[in-house]
């Protein structure tokens, strides 16, 4: 398999692409989020990939990056409104080879662009670690209660991006 990493950026997302991503998603939040997050947090979380309107408004609204070894699409990265990360995934079984620092850089780089002052994003308890690695502290803790069932997250902000 080929192993370097490209980066497209499609906006909006292709039709093909669509499930791939969320394929991608509902895979590593499954598998990775699990040793944070209990199973029903977790069936919760990813049920949103039956709101529709809400991953057509990601692809056609936000920028957004995938990352791709050969034809597998191993990352997404979206930035809303030139300041929000909305999405930061990673595949599941492409883990810790540097495409989650890679999609960051190019989302700040688009950030920059836009003349922008801050990020900020709602973050995991296992995402949390990458994204203080990346200067972002936390706002708040937030209690989130979807379907009944409570997660918690955190509102993070990086306000230091513009000087690296």
């Known amino acids: 398999m080929n192993t370097n990493i490209n980066l497209r950026q ?3 997302v292709k039709p093909d692409d669509y499930k791939e991503i969320q394929q991608l998603f509902v895979e590593t939040v ?3 989020c699990s040793k944070d997050y209990t199973p029903e947090q977790i069936e919760v979380w990813v049920s949103s990939v039956k709101n529709t309107q809400r991953w057509i408004d990601i692809f056609t609204q936000q ?3 995938v990352a791709e ?3 597998k699409i191993v990352g997404i990265g979206t930035l809303e409104n030139g300041d929000y990360l909305d999405l930061l995934y990673v595949h599941k079984n492409f883990q810790r080879r540097g495409i989650a620092n890679l999609l960051y850089a190019e989302l700040e780089n688009e950030a920059r662009k836009q003349n922008k002052t801050s ?3 709602d973050v ?3 995402a949390k670690p990458f ?3 990346k200067g972002f502290t936390i706002i708040k803790e937030q209690n989130n209660l979807i379907q009944g069932v409570e997660i918690i ?3 993070m902000i990086a306000n230091s991006f513009l000087k690296s």
């Open 63 to 65: 920028y957004v990056l």
């Open 131 to 133: 994204f203080e690695s």
């Open 124 to 126: 995991s308890k296992t």
């Open 69 to 71: 070894i050969g034809d």
């Open 30 to 32: 499954t598998e990775i």
């Open 10 to 12: 499609i906006k909006p």
């Open 119 to 121: 990020l900020t994003a």
């Open 153 to 155: 997250n955190y509102k």
